[in-house]
């Protein structure tokens, strides 16, 4: 055919974009991925490492054969290298030659990359884990040498060569995390398991930044009752290496940590380079702008998942917000488009759970004071706790919730949840009630389900509403 849809990127909005176009047209459909790994669970890879996932293949959702099955052209370790909006062509490079493809509809979905803002993340035994392989080879450092096959490891898609020399290795007795959001926390966890010395480097002087005040400070307490040693407002300056180019130390100042295992995670940005020298528009936050529907401003070429921006539920601003049920929706609501059913790719809340040992963490909308008042809000917040069953009922524990609105209208902004008995899934009653813009006071008189194995009469987010309710009508 002479139109085709060309997917670059075979990932979360790469593929749900690719199997929504072939299953609702008659199209050619080809995806370009550069790497070996497809279709596959990134926010899994820190329970890999843990050894509570034990097979790495099992964090993929389509295997190639599957995407054959799906009428998709998946042409894996193909990169593109450039795209010429005016033609409708791509270029691509393969391991032996390069070449142009045409297309009819164009999609970009490169994703995001792991930031490494200070010398010595390339030394052998630090990570960012922003891929598989670097998963596979932290967990093969974890094992006893001799024991990982590199071979067996991902059925063939791994890094063989990275995880054999990390096999090798005499395990560590130290890790050191740098940076306190989603990932340090999670893989805090997973050190521990090994019964490692965990040490987590944070620049600011909370945990979870983006959870507010309550979530970041349960989560530090966890954290220290669990062995880990945070170093709170204190940033890393470099990786120190030896000269086999093994990490030997993190620096911080005129400090240092003797460490062999270091896990970076200090944030992502968004892979909009190849957008950007196509002279394609990018948004402020980097990422690349598009309209309700994913379409850039070079026609016929869309943009989705951790690569592009997308309007936000409470502001309606456009933002950028690297999930994985964003990057999915967004993903097959352009393959819907582009198979000829125009649908837009909705909007994002920020709405995020994350797990610290038994802390179960979620947030959704805006938390953050400055950043309320920076959109042209007036915010007020309460932090409530509750218990999350009732009292007499066993399992019943401390949930604590905090939400955030806007002084003059009433509208909630944003929340947080923290607690150890089924808390985080209780921030998908604020996510929606973020999406249909409703007032604390409309919160406050949602019917929510009430049991004594499942609930209190007053589950903990209306007696937040409640709460905070009560303080908007005293002004």
Same mark, same amino acid.
């Given at each position: ?76 370790? %193909? ?49 960012? !884990? ?100 945070? %170093? ?64 850039? $401003? ?5 943009? $989705? ?19 994985? !049920?964003?990057?999915?929706? $967004? ?37 953050? %004071? ?106």
């Amino acid at each position: 055919m002479s139109d085709p849809f060309v997917v670059v990127g075979g990932d979360a909005a790469g593929l749900s974009a690719a199997s929504k176009c072939a299953r609702e047209s008659d199209r050619d459909v080809v995806v370009f991925e550069r790497g070996r790994w497809v279709s596959y669970a990134h926010c899994g890879t820190p329970y890999y490492v843990k050894a509570e996932v034990d097979d790495l293949l099992s964090l993929t959702s389509l295997s190639p054969d599957e995407i054959d099955e799906r009428g998709i052209d998946l042409r894996r370790d %193909h990169e593109v290298t450039g795209i010429d909006v005016d033609a409708g062509t791509v270029t691509v490079r393969s391991r032996s030659r390069e070449f142009e493809q045409p297309y009819g509809d164009l999609l970009i979905a490169t994703g995001a990359t792991a930031d490494a803002p200070f010398e010595g993340t390339d030394l052998e035994g630090a990570f960012t !884990l922003h891929h598989m392989d670097s998963a596979a080879a932290m967990r093969a450092f974890l094992e006893e040498p001799g024991t990982v096959d590199p071979a067996s490891v991902g059925d063939g898609f791994a890094d063989e060569a990275l995880v054999a020399r990390h096999a090798e290795r005499d395990p560590p007795e130290r890790a050191v995390i740098v940076g306190g959001g989603y990932v340090g926390v999670e893989l805090a966890e997973a050190f521990s398991a090994w019964d490692l010395d965990v040490h987590l480097f944070q620049r600011g002087e909370r945990l979870l930044k983006p959870f507010g005040d309550a979530v970041g400070e349960t989560v530090a307490d966890e954290l220290r009752e669990r062995g880990v040693t945070l %170093h709170l407002d204190t940033p890393v300056e470099r990786l120190r290496g030896t000269d086999d180019g093994e990490l030997a130390a993190v620096v911080c100042g005129n400090e240092e940590l003797e460490t062999p295992l270091a896990a970076v995670g200090v944030g992502v940005r968004p892979a909009s380079d190849l957008a950007a020298e196509a002279g394609i528009d990018l948004g402020a936050s980097g990422a690349v702008a598009v309209d309700e529907y994913g379409e850039t $401003a070079a026609e016929s070429v869309y943009a $989705a998942g951790d690569c592009a921006e997308d309007a936000h539920a409470v502001t309606g601003d456009q933002a950028w917000v690297p999930l994985g !049920l964003t990057a999915n929706r $967004a993903g097959r609501a352009v393959g819907a488009t582009v198979a000829g059913d125009p649908t837009p790719v909705g909007t994002v809340a920020g709405t995020a759970v994350v797990k610290a040992f038994e802390q179960e963490c979620g947030r959704a909308g805006i938390l953050d %004071h400055d950043d309320a008042r920076e959109t042209g809000f007036e915010p007020v917040s309460e932090t409530i706790t509750a218990g999350s069953r009732s009292g007499y009922y066993p399992g019943n524990a401390d949930t604590t919730v905090t939400l955030c609105a806007d002084r003059g209208s009433g509208r909630l902004l944003g929340g947080s949840v923290v607690g150890t008995d089924r808390a985080a899934v209780r921030i998908d009653t604020v996510s929606t009630a973020l999406e249909a813009g409703m007032t604390v006071g409309e919160v406050e008189r949602l019917d929510l389900a009430y049991a004594p194995p499942f609930s209190p009469v007053w589950d903990p987010v209306l007696v937040a509403a409640k709460v905070l309710n009560g303080t908007l009508d005293e002004e």
